[in-house]
């Protein structure tokens, strides 16, 4: 993945938009590393299966990191990027549109790479809508999107990161797959899933089940995922991943993350 060229847009160059956005968008080749991450409850404390912290966290209280993961993806950037090919990320959420400007200004305020925000096409308007965004039909969504992305960069290995209070590791699962079959050169290398515990314990039960990523993952070889409460658990991951990265031996980036990636504003549509 590397920059092919750089278009910056603001006050200065005397663009007509630029009171609506400003910044700097990179244009990138396909080929290298990218990530694929989901947002509530993966990066972000949402608690989607409680439906009252579920609206409190998202509309009256302030957004908050879940623990250890912004630190995770500047390491994670670090290890899959190199000065010349930095690793895009592409932040993909089953929330609704509207919440783009709110959901950009967390990934951009609580220090994760900077990257793309793909959004559901669906209204949050009534309650009941928003609340279903969330939990149905997230699946066959994310397959469609994932799909779609690796059409725009179907030589690029990814490294895809969601939870288990939803159908990420199913999700994965397909676009694993997918992939592989395809054959254009990219491939699923990791699929790293956040267990989540103790929002709604009844739940939990099914949702956490070894047996059901067991099930999820059938025929993907266990070096492949992993399922992890703790972002600390991941720390040999990373290791190993560097190393297959790099297996030249050429380094990642070995300074502080700076956050080349700007984020795409982008509405998806049916």
């Keep these: 993945m590397s920059v092919i060229r750089s278009q910056q847009e603001g006050a200065d160059q005397h663009s007509d938009t630029a009171h609506l956005e400003t910044g700097r968008t990179s244009f990138v080749e396909d080929g290298g590393w990218g990530v694929i991450s989901d947002i509530d409850d993966t990066i972000k404390i949402t608690e989607v299966r409680d439906r009252i912290k579920l609206i409190k966290n998202t509309f009256t209280k302030e957004a908050e990191a879940v623990p250890g993961m912004p630190e995770l993806y500047k390491q994670l950037h670090d290890v899959l990027s190199t000065e010349s090919h930095p690793a895009p990320f592409v932040y993909l959420s089953a929330s609704p549109y509207n919440l783009y400007p709110f959901l950009r200004a967390f990934v951009l305020n609580t220090g994760f790479p ?66 592989a079959k395809e054959g254009h050169g990219g491939r699923v290398a990791r699929i790293w899933i956040h267990k989540v515990v103790g929002v709604n314990p009844s739940a ?41 990265a790099h297996p030249q031996g050429q380094p990642g980036l070995d300074r502080p993350h700076q956050g080349w990636w700007r984020s795409w504003r982008h509405r998806e549509q049916n």
């Design 114 to 179: 900077q990257g793309m925000v793909i959004l559901r096409d669906m209204s949050w308007m009534a309650m009941e809508s928003f609340v279903l965004s969330l939990t149905m039909g997230t699946q066959s969504y994310k397959e469609d999107r994932m799909k779609k992305v690796s059409t725009w960069l179907p030589r690029t290995n990814w490294v895809c990161i969601g939870d288990s209070t939803q159908t990420d590791p199913e999700a994965y699962a397909t676009f694993y797959k997918q992939l």
């Design 204 to 244: 939990e039960k099914d949702l956490n089940s070894p047996k059901r990523f067991e099930k999820a993952f059938k025929d993907i070889d266990q070096s492949v995922w992993k399922v992890f409460e703790n972002a600390q658990e991941l720390q040999s991951e990373l290791e190993a991943l560097k190393k297959e």
